[in-house]
C-alpha cells in the first residue's frame, strides 16, 4: 500500500557481558533480522588468522601440512581487523597478500635441547604487530588455578628436534573458513510468555501440582512452600518441549498452563573464541549488516537496480 511505512526501530537490552560471553535481549523486530545477525556473527565478521606458512627447519613427528593446519585454527586477537584491508584488495602489494596493510607476520623458532619432551606452543609465535596476537585463555580473576598458562599447543619436540617457520596472518570471514570465524557459539530463542490459570489450578491436587511441575524436563515451574501454589521459577528454561502442555491434557486440563512466544522479542547468548570480545562481536556484526543494506540502498536510483535485484529494486524505489 503507497505510503505506508513498515519502519521498525528495534531495541537491545543487554543482560550480561563478560570477555568471551554475553547474553542480550532485540525486542520490536523479527525473525529475519534476528537470523541475519546471528548468521552474521559466525560467519561475516571479519578476523585475522594465519594463512600462509613457509617451513625452514621441520624434524618433529608432524609434517608440514599437519602443523600448518594446527597454526591456521589458533585464535589471534583481532580488534583492528574491521579496519584491515583484505589481501585480494590491498593495492600497497597489488593483491599480494603481505605487507602491514593487509598481513600480519608471525615466526618461530623452536629446538629442543634437553632430554624433557618440550611443548611448542602458541606461546612461541613471535608477532610482527603487537595488537595481533595469540589469544592467552589463562583466566586471571581466578586464584585457585596457579599453573602458568602455556598456549595451545602446537606441536611436540624431542632432543634434537627443531621447528623453524614464517607464517603470515590475513583478514578473513567465517564464510570462506572457519579458522576465521570469530563466534564459538552464537544462538537465539524467541522469549516464551507463561500464564497459568489460577481458577483451573485450584482444582488440582499437591500431587497432581507436583506431577504437572515434574513433567517439565527443565526447570521453569516450582511449587510455592507457602501457599502451594505453582508458580513460574525461570521461563526462560523453556525449550519449546511442550511436555507440560501434555500433560495437562493427560490428566483432563487443557489451557491449565499457556505458553505462547513473542514472535518480536529474542533472547540472545554469544559466545567467542577470543579473538574479539563478545560485545564487539554484536556491535561489529551491526556494522556489517548496515553496509550490506547500504549496498542495496546505493542501486535504488539507477536502472541497474531491476537487473541486479528484480522487483525488489522497483519496489525499493516505490515502484
Same mark, same amino acid.
Not at 303 to 309: G, K, L
Given at each position: 500500500m503507497e505510503g505506508v511505512s513498515y519502519q521498525r526501530f528495534p531495541k537491545i537490552k543487554i543482560r550480561e557481558v563478560k570477555d568471551d560471553f554475553m547474553k542480550f535481549e532485540l525486542r520490536e523486530t523479527d525473525a529475519s533480522i534476528a537470523n541475519a545477525l546471528r548468521r552474521i556473527m559466525i560467519a561475516e565478521v571479519p578476523t585475522i588468522a594465519i594463512d600462509l606458512v613457509e617451513i625452514e627447519v621441520n624434524s618433529s613427528v608432524l609434517n608440514d601440512e599437519f602443523i600448518s593446519h594446527r597454526l591456521g585454527l589458533?585464535? &589471534?586477537?583481532?580488534?583492528r581487523a574491521m579496519s584491515m584491508r583484505f589481501s585480494r584488495d590491498c593495492d600497497a602489494c597489488d593483491g599480494d597478500g603481505q605487507c602491514e596493510y593487509c598481513s600480519v607476520e608471525f615466526y618461530l623458532r623452536v629446538k629442543c635441547l634437553s632430554d624433557q619432551t618440550l611443548d611448542v606452543t602458541s606461546k612461541d609465535l613471535l608477532s610482527s604487530d603487537h595488537t595481533v596476537v595469540p589469544v592467552d585463555y589463562s583466566d586471571t580473576s581466578s586464584s585457585f588455578d596457579n599453573t602458568p598458562n602455556k598456549g595451545i599447543i602446537i606441536v611436540k619436540l624431542r632432543r634434537g628436534q627443531? &621447528?623453524? &617457520?614464517?607464517?603470515?596472518?590475513?583478514? #578473513?570471514? #567465517?564464510?570462506?573458513?572457519?579458522?576465521?570465524?570469530?563466534a564459538a557459539t552464537v544462538t537465539f530463542m524467541y522469549e516464551p510468555e507463561i500464564y497459568i490459570n489460577e481458577d483451573m489450578m485450584e482444582s488440582l491436587t499437591l500431587e497432581e501440582k507436583t506431577e504437572l511441575v515434574e513433567s517439565s524436563p527443565t526447570k521453569v515451574f516450582g511449587i510455592d512452600p507457602e501457599n502451594k501454589q505453582v508458580i513460574v521459577v525461570d521461563p526462560e528454561a523453556y525449550t519449546y518441549d511442550d511436555e507440560v502442555l501434555k500433560k495437562a491434557e493427560a490428566m483432563g486440563k487443557p489451557g491449565v498452563v499457556e505458553i505462547h512466544a513473542k514472535e518480536d522479542s529474542f533472547i540472545f547468548t554469544v559466545e567467542t573464541t577470543g579473538a574479539v570480545k563478545a560485545s564487539q562481536l554484536v556491535l561489529n556484526a551491526i556494522e556489517v549488516l548496515k553496509q550490506k543494506l547500504d549496498a542495496v540502498r546505493l542501486?535504488?536510483?539507477?536502472?541497474?537496480?531491476?537487473?541486479?535485484?528484480g522487483e525488489l529494486g522497483a519496489h525499493m524505489r516505490g515502484g
Open positions: 589458533v585464535p &589471534l586477537t583481532s580488534e627443531e &621447528l623453524r &617457520l614464517r607464517a603470515i596472518a590475513r583478514k #578473513g570471514i #567465517g564464510k570462506d573458513h572457519a579458522k576465521w570465524s570469530p542501486s535504488d536510483d539507477t536502472v541497474e537496480a531491476d537487473d541486479q535485484f
